[in-house]
């Protein structure tokens, strides 16, 4: 009796795979899918890319984020804005503020505090002064950035006026007194955290501005000597 030809697994194979790639088949991969393998770079290329544009998008908005969940949470030792004095009034306790300052490479300014340390009652509402002096012979502009420490205190520091919240321009040689208006929050002695506070820190950091986008801040009433509020 005549016996058929055995065909062997690998050859079954290897015939499939020939079928399969005369179709444009070639196992599961990009080819599987009919691309080319220049269709397949772009594809690859496009996600990429996608994904790029992604973080970097995604790195733009975590900025101004970040800023807003500072301000509104005191986080990073980051100061409160008020409109006005706390409705409780100052209390007995009493609390060492510290004023710090420091100016960025770039920019030619001298920078300081009238006053080093001041003790103020918790709820005071106190007026103190930073001078500024351009030692450039060209008109300058700087901006301040500032925070308090510790940093859990930032959400109890409240600030009613402030000359960072401006771009500063300055004349050759100007010199300019800046007054900071603030308190500290009544609120802080509910804060057992912060039982054992005894002193905070104001510090700020002048940075130069290339491209100033406002006015020069003329002088006023607001920078002159009014006392504490």
């Keep these: 009796m005549d016996h058929e030809p055995t065909i062997s697994r690998d050859q079954n194979r290897t015939d499939t795979k020939r079928r399969l790639g005369g179709l444009g088949f070639s196992g599961l991969g990009f080819s599987g899918l009919g691309f080319s393998g220049l ?47 706390p ?16 100016v960025a490479p770039g920019l030619p300014w001298k920078f300081e505090p009238e006053q080093s340390e001041i003790e103020v009652n918790i709820g005071q509402v106190v007026t103190v002064f930073y001078t ?6 060209r008109t300058t502009a700087g901006q301040a950035a500032y925070n308090v420490a510790p940093l859990t205190v930032g959400s109890y520091f409240q600030k009613i006026n402030c000359f960072c919240f401006t771009e500063q321009t300055m004349a050759p040689g100007e010199k300019r007194e800046m ?23 104001l510090s700020y950091t002048f940075y130069p501005v290339r491209d100033p986008v406002v006015k020069p801040l003329a002088a006023s009433e607001d920078n002159k000597r009014k006392g504490n509020l």
Excluded: K
């Design 179 to 201: 007054p900071v208006v603030f308190y500290v929050d009544p609120s802080i002695v509910d804060d057992h955290e912060n039982d054992g506070l005894s002193s905070i820190t």
């Design 39 to 85: 269709g397949r770079d772009a594809l690859v290329a496009s996600i990429c890319g996608g994904v790029v544009a992604l973080m970097v998008g995604a790195s733009y908005a975590a900025v101004p984020f970040y800023n807003w969940f500072c301000r509104a949470t005191g986080f990073n030792g980051t100061t409160q804005v008020a409109t006005s004095a």
């Design 87 to 102: 409705a409780t009034g100052p209390i007995s306790r009493r609390i060492s503020v510290r004023f710090d300052s420091n």
């Design 132 to 137: 500024v002096t351009n030692q450039a012979a």
